[in-house]
C-alpha cells in the first residue's frame, strides 16, 4: 500500500508541478478576469479541483489511522506494565530518563524535524513539518514509554529506508534493479 501511495502521490505532484509551470506562465502575462478565466480553463485541462487535493491525501490519512490505532493499542497494553526496556524501567510510564524530562519525546522530535529537512522541497513545506513535529512532542510527552519508543523507532527506519531509496538504490546498476523489481514480483 505504502509503495502503491508513493507512486501515485509522485505522478500527481508531476501533474501538479506542470500545471504550476503553465499558472506561472499565466500569472506573468495576464491579470484581472482574464487571468482567472485563464488559469481555471487550464485547471479544467489538467482536471485539476482544489479539493481533490484535500481527498488526495489518502497517506496522510492512513497515517493517521495507523497512529490512532497504535497508540490506543499500546497505550494501554497490559504487556507494557512493569516491563524494562534498557534504562527505561517501566514502558506504561513515560520514561523521565533525563532527570525528570522525558528523552523519548524529545529524540523522536529530532527525528521527524530531520526527516522532515530531508523530504521539505521549499520553506513552507519545512515550517509545516516543523509544526506537526512540535504538535506530537507536545501530544506525545506524557504518554507511555512503549508508544514513544515505538513511534520513535518506526520514524528512524522509515527516516533509513527512504534514505536508501533515494540515495542508494538508484545508484545500483540497472541488473540489480531488474533483479529486485523481478524478485518483488514474484512475491
Keep these: 500500500i505504502y509503495y502503491q501511495m508513493e507512486r501515485a502521490a509522485k505522478v500527481r505532484g508531476q501533474r501538479r508541478a506542470a500545471m504550476d509551470k503553465e499558472v506561472a506562465r499565466l500569472k506573468k502575462h495576464y491579470h484581472g478576469r482574464e487571468r482567472f478565466y485563464y488559469i481555471r480553463t487550464l485547471h479544467r485541462q489538467f482536471n485539476y479541483k482544489p479539493i481533490a487535493a484535500?481527498?488526495?491525501?489518502?497517506?496522510?490519512?492512513?497515517?493517521?489511522?495507523?497512529f490512532t490505532t497504535v497508540y490506543r493499542f499500546l497505550a494501554n497494553n497490559p504487556a507494557l506494565k512493569n516491563a524494562a526496556f534498557g534504562p527505561i524501567e517501566n514502558l506504561s510510564l513515560p520514561d523521565g530518563l533525563l532527570g525528570g524530562v522525558h528523552l523519548l519525546p524529545v529524540l523522536m522530535t529530532v527525528l521527524n524535524i530531520a526527516s522532515t529537512a530531508f523530504y521539505a522541497a521549499n520553506k513552507h513545506k519545512l515550517r509545516s513539518g516543523i509544526a506537526?513535529?512540535?504538535l506530537f512532542l507536545v501530544r506525545l510527552y506524557e504518554s507511555p514509554a512503549g508508544v514513544v519508543l515505538y513511534w520513535t523507532c518506526n520514524n528512524a527506519f522509515s527516516l533509513v529506508r527512504n534514505g536508501l531509496q533515494r540515495k542508494v538504490i538508484p545508484a545500483l546498476p540497472s541488473r540489480t534493479l531488474a533483479w529486485f523489481s523481478r524478485l518483488a514480483n514474484q512475491e
Design 54 to 66: 484535500v481527498f488526495s491525501a489518502g497517506d496522510l490519512y492512513l497515517q493517521v489511522l495507523v
Design 132 to 134: 506537526i513535529a512540535v
